[in-house]
């Protein structure tokens, strides 16, 4: 009888067992499940915001390029082209296509239907052409935001309340529409150009760049300091307090919020050292001190994966310590340190926080040409572009956001198959 109890209350505790194990599993891949949703969810956001920022509204007029306006002196100086006043010839071409158009309010709210960059197009047009003066020529110029924002969500609703544009503008595009004046074309301005207070006019090549030489510069310095300092402490060093106490505090410093190293590198770089403001060359100098902590560690964790046997290999063979440590046990310990280094990389091209306080904050429209140059970077313009008020920004920000999210799982993937081509299974 006690056999049979033993029994039945062991059957009952495997169940029961069985039963949490699997509510443990369940709980796991609901967890998983859920991030994974969460994660689809806000890429779905980003890329259904985001795509319209590609494709950009193009209207198209007949401009007369009046020589009167454009070289009244007849003498064809690059100077004289280079200051006309193109946007004069961009009015006459709506007036001349809406000749009914009489107030002055009109006026304003018609020649608004243009982007004032379009004054910008012609003259390049021009310098490039001057055989254009005196001839008149049927342009695609670009659509101010507005426009181009109607054409994207508001043109085939019936509600059209969101619209920032009036009856009568909504009117005039429809007349381009009949005549097929108006069309979208892909958005190259989005990568070609520096930032603007237009959203039509506004593009990601500035930030992108600052971003490339902030980048190389944190490369540059926290690659062979991290791997140094690697080495040293793995391979060199003696064990006592010192190393320990260095070795404590570079596992703080990866924990250490991203903002405090901005603080030190305002502190530091800028007003000690009387650095400049808003250039690459001081970003990377902070970023590097945010991700060599990162550095150390994979490295040190790379290094500590290559077997003892390696080492006693080559002492035995008479290699020197020197010899061991750079002529075997380094470029076993390689990928490891490529990988932690790409990760740290990708940490940096991420953050915003550090930068913002060395003033990458800065409205910089032209393109920067070196790490002095004066610029911002990508996470930063993306910060700007999301607190500015007008609508088309929000696209653009979204979009932004994709080409940063790709840059980042391009070098995760690069890591990944670094790791994998290189790594050696001991």
């Given at each position: 009888m006690n056999e049979i109890n033993i029994k039945v209350a062991v059957e009952r505790g495997l169940k029961k067992r069985q039963a949490r194990e699997r509510r443990f599993r369940l709980i796991g891949k609901s967890a998983i499940f859920t991030g994974l949703g969460i994660l689809a969810l806000l890429l779905t956001s980003i890329i259904w915001n985001g795509m319209g920022a590609f494709w950009q509204t193009r209207i198209a007029l007949d401009v007369e390029f009046d020589s009167s306006v454009i070289d009244p002196e007849g003498n064809r100086s690059t100077e004289a082209l280079y200051k006309a006043n193109y946007t004069a010839l961009v009015k006459a071409s709506l007036r001349k296509a809406f000749p009914d158009v009489k107030k002055r309010r009109d006026k304003r709210k018609l020649y608004s239907l243009i982007s004032n960059g379009?004054?910008?197009?012609?003259?390049?047009?021009v310098l490039q052409n001057p055989?254009?003066?005196?001839?008149?020529q049927r342009i695609w110029l670009l659509a101010d935001d507005d426009v181009d924002t109607y054409g994207k969500h508001f043109r085939d609703k019936e509600d059209k309340t969101g619209t920032r544009l009036n009856a009568k503008q909504i009117a005039w595009l429809a007349t381009f529409e009949k005549s097929e004046s108006i069309q979208q074309n892909f958005n190259t301005t989005f990568f070609t150009a520096g930032d603007s207070r237009e959203p039509e006019l506004a593009g990601i090549r500035g930030a992108v760049m600052g971003s490339l030489y902030t980048l190389l510069v944190t490369?540059?310095?926290?690659?062979?300091?991290?791997?140094?300092?690697a080495v040293y402490l793995e391979e060199v060093a003696p064990t006592n307090r010192w190393t320990d106490f260095i070795e404590v505090n570079i596992n703080n410093l990866a924990a250490v919020p991203s903002i405090v190293f901005g603080l030190l590198g305002l502190a530091m770089f800028i007003n000690f050292f009387g650095m400049p403001r808003s250039v690459p060359l001081v970003g990377g100098l902070v970023l590097t001190l945010m991700t060599l902590p990162t550095i150390i560690i994979s490295s040190r964790a790379a290094l500590k994966a290559v077997p003892p046997s390696i080492r006693e290999a080559a002492l035995g063979l008479g290699a020197s310590r020197t010899q061991t440590i750079f002529h075997h046990v380094v470029p076993q310990a390689m990928p490891g340190m490529l990988t932690g280094t790409i990760i740290g990389m990708a940490q940096a091209l991420g953050e915003t926080a550090p930068l913002l306080m060395i003033g990458m904050v800065a409205f910089i429209v032209d393109i920067p040409g070196?790490?002095?140059?004066?610029?911002?970077?990508?996470?930063v313009q993306i910060f700007l572009w999301a607190d500015s008020p007008e609508r088309a920004f929000l696209e653009r920000t979204s979009a932004a956001i994709m080409v940063l999210l790709v840059f980042l799982i391009l070098m995760n993937l690069i890591a990944v198959k670094l790791r994998r081509k290189f790594e050696q299974r001991w």
């Open positions: 379009a004054g910008y197009e012609l003259r390049d047009l055989a254009l003066i005196g001839q008149t490369l540059a310095l926290s690659f062979p300091i991290g791997i140094a300092a070196g790490p002095l140059d004066p610029s911002t970077v990508l996470p």
